[in-house]
């Protein structure tokens, strides 16, 4: 708040902003000075399409710094080779992934972004018993089933549920061990899962 800074130190607020220069920078956006982090961070690209149509619109205005700092602000450009297109990437649309779930499973599957979790809801609004949801995607371990549904939500995370089968140790005693079949299975299941999506994708 410049006029307020001017009034508590009496210095005027051209002054101030001399002083404040690298710290501060006038956004022509909203006619105002900014803290420099904030305005050159967030879509910087659009603000610097703004800043030049303003400069166009107003060619006594000299907004020649404010351009050259966004255009320093502009992160590199990524190569299209570059980008990850995994199943679950926080970039992609996910009516993208609700698109490619309901024709993997036959069902229609719609899938949404939680933020506040970063985690993912997935509903199915038909039948959930078709063979894609039960069988050709779905995983029998010892404990429980798990169906395509549930494989669909571990491979949007990228994790696995902990699968476990009872045993009986040296001593006689019942224990928990990992269900290797069922965890192969599983991960088989969903790197074809996550494959499947690249290729339809691209």
Same mark, same amino acid.
């Given at each position: 708040?410049?006029?307020?800074?001017?009034?508590?130190?009496?210095?005027?607020? =051209?002054?101030?902003?001399?002083?404040?220069?690298? *710290?501060?920078?006038?956004?022509?956006?909203?006619?105002?000075?900014?803290?420099?982090?904030?305005? &050159?961070?967030? +879509?910087?690209?659009?603000?610097?399409?703004?800043?030049?149509?303003?400069?166009? @619109?107003?060619? #006594?205005? +000299?907004?020649?710094?404010?351009?050259?700092?966004?255009?320093? %602000?502009?992160?590199?450009?990524?190569?299209? #080779?570059?980008?990850?297109?995994?199943?679950?990437? *926080?970039?992609?649309?996910? *009516?993208?992934? =609700?698109?490619? %779930?309901?024709?993997?499973?036959?069902?229609?599957?719609? !899938?949404?972004?939680? *933020?506040?979790? /970063?985690?993912? %809801?997935? $509903?199915? @609004?038909?039948?959930?018993?078709? @063979?894609? !949801?039960?069988?050709?995607?779905?995983?029998?371990?010892?404990? $429980?089933?798990?169906?395509? &549904?549930?494989? !669909?939500?571990?491979?949007?995370? #990228?994790?696995?549920?902990?699968?476990?089968?009872?045993?009986?140790?040296?001593?006689?005693?019942?224990?928990?061990?990992? /269900?290797?079949?069922?965890?192969?299975?599983?991960?088989?299941?969903?790197? /074809?899962?996550?494959?499947?999506?690249?290729?339809?994708?691209?």
């Amino acid at each position: 708040d410049l006029a307020l800074m001017a009034q508590v130190s009496n210095t005027p607020q =051209s002054e101030i902003a001399i002083k404040l220069k690298d *710290r501060i920078i006038y956004n022509p956006l909203n006619g105002e000075y900014q803290i420099k982090e904030k305005f &050159l961070s967030g +879509n910087v690209v659009e603000k610097l399409h703004q800043v030049r149509i303003i400069q166009d @619109s107003n060619p #006594d205005m +000299n907004l020649k710094e404010v351009i050259q700092e966004l255009e320093k %602000a502009i992160p590199k450009q990524i190569t299209f #080779d570059e980008l990850d297109f995994n199943f679950g990437e *926080r970039w992609i649309d996910t *009516r993208l992934f =609700s698109k490619f %779930a309901s024709e993997l499973l036959d069902a229609h599957i719609e !899938i949404t972004y939680i *933020r506040e979790s /970063d985690d993912f %809801a997935v $509903r199915c @609004s038909t039948n959930t018993n078709n @063979s894609n !949801i039960t069988d050709v995607y779905g995983v029998d371990s010892v404990n $429980r089933k798990y169906t395509g &549904l549930h494989l !669909i939500q571990f491979a949007l995370t #990228d994790k696995m549920p902990i699968m476990t089968k009872k045993s009986i140790n040296d001593k006689g005693e019942e224990i928990n061990i990992p /269900d290797s079949e069922a965890i192969q299975l599983m991960r088989g299941k969903l790197q /074809d899962i996550q494959n499947k999506f690249t290729e339809w994708l691209i």
